[in-house]
Nanobody
Framework: QLQASGGGLVQAGDSLRLSCVYS????????MGWFRQTSEKEREFVAA????????YYEDSLKGRFTISRDNAKNTVYLQMNSLKPEDTAVYYC???????????????????WGQGTQVTVSS
């Protein structure tokens, strides 16, 4: 239902664009999100995008370097990551929140569907 791709091994300062293709027949999302996880940390919020209005949300420390966007015709959500740093190394997951909420969802437990994850490794 969600298929993430685009990860890889890059050097510090490089850029990557992750893609997440979702199945429009399986669910209608209200928010699509990107999270990341390392072996030392719990899954943490990176960015999210609302279906209605396209409002975007970012983890504060990533604002200005990461951009979430979508292509509705391709059923795809993207995460553009610029000026990558070694601390950005993680497995990146896309996720879909299908619940109707009065506020955006920033925690992993609020998302209903998950992609398989794509590894991003940034070397110094």
């Amino acid at each position: 239902q969600l298929q993430a791709s685009g990860g890889g091994l890059v050097q510090a300062g490089d850029s990557l664009r992750l893609s997440c293709v979702y199945s429009k027949q399986s669910f209608r999302y209200n928010r699509m999100g990107w999270f990341r996880q390392t072996s030392e940390k719990e899954r943490e919020f990176v960015a999210a995008l609302s279906r209605i209005g396209g409002t975007t949300y970012y983890e504060d420390s990533l604002k200005g370097r990461f951009t979430i966007s979508r292509d509705n015709a391709k059923n795809t959500v993207y995460l553009q990551m610029n000026s990558l740093k070694p601390e950005d190394t993680a497995v990146y997951y896309c996720a879909a929140d299908v619940q109707s909420r009065q506020r955006p969802a920033f925690t992993a437990s609020e998302y209903d569907y998950w992609g398989q994850g794509t590894q991003v490794t940034v070397s110094s």
